[in-house]
């Protein structure tokens, strides 16, 4: 039996066929799902895609939102770059497309967005197209099957290795093949503990028969983690806060957030002469993919009564924002662990 045939036989008989957006074809579900499951495991998503779907039921409603919505919504999702380009995504489907899809993965990876996995993963699921895909957990199973030891830091192996995955795709059942070659790289053939006596296309696979299954996939370009400190101003009159909001490039790019200073210094002769009070809040590490981002909030509560003048000195100081109410601040887009902060209150 074809490798091919393997993979479809097992999803088949015990794959995974209850998650929410499969048994459909509709594109704007398989997108929504497969852009919200990039680097995040599926437990994580289940909450996101219902909600996000109560609120944007198909690709017009998501167009026609607000980003700052967009964003409340993806809020704790993480990787925010990903809720802009599914905003500008819907945008260009609904304006370029009549709201209609492209039929094909060459069409759909020329959406903002999509790239070229994504979109032969939509292609296959929505329109049967017989196309490759190439995510994270099926680059572990493919190189471990082949052995594929080139290093896929380098675009040319990276290349080599969509080859590879073009020459084994099946004649018939690219749906099934498709979503056993994702289901296998997330339940058995895992990164740091496979299942090799459970996998069903073991006998293929050199890599179970050389005894070191982790060596696959080889990428020697490693992510440099950072450290990075900031100190926090909760700057509150009443039942409003100042919030800002961050540039639409970086870490929580496009949120709402609180102004940052270098130091606690640089805090205290910013603030010097503030009426009100402060209070210091415990800090904690914030713990992102390549950085380690230690954050100490600062609660400045202003008297409820400050002249006109005074207050727009302070604010006119800080980076520019405005006055959010406490519930409308926590329906904005606000990174994670500020809307954990807000809601302890």
Same mark, same amino acid.
């Given at each position: 039996?074809?490798?091919?045939?393997?993979?479809?036989?097992?999803?088949?008989?015990?794959?995974?066929?209850?998650?929410?957006?499969?048994?459909?074809?509709?594109?704007?579900?398989?997108?929504?799902?497969?852009?919200?499951?990039?680097?995040?495991?599926?437990?994580?998503?289940?909450?996101?895609?219902?909600?996000?779907?109560?609120?944007?039921?198909?690709?017009?409603?998501?167009?026609?939102?607000?980003?700052? +919505?967009?964003?409340?919504?993806?809020?704790?999702?993480?990787?925010?770059?990903?809720?802009?380009?599914?905003?500008?995504?819907?945008?260009?489907?609904?304006?370029?497309?009549?709201?209609?899809?492209?039929?094909?993965?060459?069409? =759909?990876?020329?959406?903002?967005?999509?790239?070229?996995?994504?979109?032969?993963?939509?292609?296959?699921?929505?329109?049967?197209?017989?196309? !490759?895909?190439?995510? &994270?957990?099926?680059?572990?199973?493919?190189?471990?099957?082949?052995?594929?030891?080139?290093?896929?830091?380098?675009?040319?192996? +990276?290349?080599?290795?969509?080859?590879? !995955?073009? /020459?084994? =795709?099946?004649?018939?059942?690219?749906?099934?093949?498709?979503?056993?070659?994702?289901?296998?790289?997330?339940?058995?053939?895992?990164? /740091?503990?496979?299942?090799?006596? =459970?996998?069903?296309?073991?006998?293929?696979?050199?890599?179970?028969?050389?005894?070191?299954?982790?060596?696959?996939?080889?990428?020697? /370009?490693?992510?440099?983690?950072?450290? /990075? +400190?900031?100190?926090?101003?909760?700057?509150?009159?009443?039942?409003?806060?100042?919030?800002?909001?961050?540039?639409?490039?970086?870490?929580?790019?496009?949120?709402?957030?609180?102004?940052?200073?270098?130091?606690?210094?640089?805090?205290?002769?910013?603030?010097?002469?503030?009426?009100?009070?402060?209070?210091?809040?415990?800090?904690?590490?914030?713990?992102?993919?390549?950085?380690?981002?230690?954050?100490?909030?600062?609660?400045?509560?202003?008297?409820?009564?400050?002249?006109?003048?005074?207050?727009?000195?302070?604010? &006119?100081?800080?980076?520019?924002?405005?006055?959010?109410?406490?519930?409308?601040?926590?329906?904005?887009? =606000?990174?994670?662990?500020?809307?954990?902060?807000?809601?302890? &209150?």
């Amino acid at each position: 039996m074809k490798f091919s045939d393997r993979v479809v036989q097992w999803q088949r008989s015990h794959g995974r066929h209850t998650l929410p957006w499969q048994n459909t074809r509709d594109p704007y579900r398989v997108w929504l799902s497969e852009i919200m499951l990039q680097q995040t495991q599926v437990a994580t998503v289940l909450g996101y895609y219902e909600r996000f779907l109560a609120r944007f039921p198909d690709v017009r409603a998501l167009a026609a939102a607000g980003i700052d +919505e967009v964003f409340a919504l993806w809020s704790g999702l993480g990787y925010y770059s990903r809720a802009r380009n599914l905003h500008r995504c819907a945008q260009a489907v609904v304006a370029e497309h009549g709201g209609e899809f492209p039929r094909s993965s060459e069409g =759909l990876a020329q959406l903002p967005g999509i790239g070229r996995s994504t979109a032969a993963a939509i292609a296959a699921f929505c329109f049967g197209e017989r196309v !490759a895909i190439l995510d &994270g957990n099926v680059k572990r199973v493919l190189t471990r099957v082949l052995a594929f030891d080139g290093d896929l830091a380098v675009p040319a192996n +990276e290349r080599r290795l969509w080859g590879e !995955a073009t /020459r084994l =795709l099946p004649q018939q059942g690219i749906e099934a093949y498709t979503q056993g070659l994702m289901d296998l790289g997330a339940t058995l053939c895992l990164a /740091r503990s496979p299942h090799c006596l =459970l996998c069903p296309v073991r006998a293929d696979c050199l890599a179970m028969r050389e005894g070191q299954p982790q060596r696959y996939p080889v990428k020697s /370009r490693k992510l440099k983690r950072g450290r /990075r +400190e900031h100190w926090w101003l909760w700057l509150q009159q009443r039942d409003e806060l100042w919030l800002t909001q961050r540039p639409d490039t970086g870490v929580w790019a496009g949120l709402w957030s609180l102004p940052e200073f270098e130091s606690s210094e640089a805090f205290d002769a910013h603030t010097r002469g503030w009426p009100g009070e402060a209070e210091a809040l415990p800090g904690f590490t914030h713990v992102l993919t390549h950085l380690d981002w230690t954050l100490h909030p600062v609660r400045w509560r202003l008297p409820d009564r400050v002249p006109a003048a005074r207050m727009q000195t302070i604010t &006119g100081s800080l980076p520019a924002g405005r006055w959010f109410g406490l519930d409308e601040a926590l329906a904005a887009g =606000l990174p994670a662990p500020l809307r954990k902060l807000i809601g302890r &209150g």
